[in-house]
């Protein structure tokens, strides 16, 4: 199990964070949909919110997953529409880093606590896909595939943590941590600009 885990680390490490307000080219629902994932930064949070919810389980399941997709998505048309959010770059490397801590440490959170902790940082991402959309594309095509990815990314997060759980209480409790704080020292070297 933490081969696969490392494995899938390191698949998803290579993406270069370029996943960021003035940069490239983007049009329609594809480049949308290929926002999130072409981002470290991106991709490790949406996981993170995922194994989250898997964590938190119930309720938290579900309501986690869709209170990060409706703030990132309501973000996001504020930045179509160029509202300014100061310190993007900085909330979005700060997602990498406490989402990453909370996993690692396992805490069991209200779920109205993650649904607000996610939620602050859907702000930032959300904002980033949103400006990164040109006037000449489709607001609608653009939003519908940064929505899709996430979702996508979301889901992957819950299959992860739904297979830890399988792995046993120990050995999920070992993943977890040394996962959360590998992602929490990528968010770190992401606010540094070394990744």
Do not use: K, N
Request: with cysteine.
């Amino acid at each position: 199990m933490t081969r696969a885990v490392l494995a899938l680390f390191v698949l998803l490490v290579p993406s270069a964070a370029l996943a960021h307000v003035g940069v490239g080219d983007t049009s329609g629902f594809g480049h949308g949909f290929s926002h999130p994932i072409s981002g470290i930064d991106h991709v490790l949070t949406m996981v993170a919110v995922g194994l989250l919810a898997a964590h938190l389980a119930g309720r938290a399941l579900w309501l986690v997953p869709l209170t990060f997709v409706s703030v990132m998505a309501a973000a996001g048309a504020l930045g179509m529409v160029g509202v300014d959010l100061p310190f993007v770059e900085i909330g979005i490397g700060l997602s990498v880093v406490v989402l990453g801590l909370v996993i690692a440490f396992q805490r069991d959170l209200p779920t109205s606590v993650a649904m607000a902790l996610v939620a602050f940082f859907a702000i930032f991402h959300g904002h980033a896909h949103g400006t990164e959309m040109p006037g000449s594309s489709s607001g609608l095509l653009y939003g519908a595939g940064f929505v899709v990815a996430t979702a996508l990314l979301h889901a992957v997060g819950i299959g992860l943590g739904l297979a830890l759980g399988y792995a046993g209480q120990s050995y999920s409790r070992r993943i977890c941590q040394i996962g959360g704080a590998a992602m929490s020292l990528a968010g770190v070297a992401i606010l540094a600009g070394t990744i």
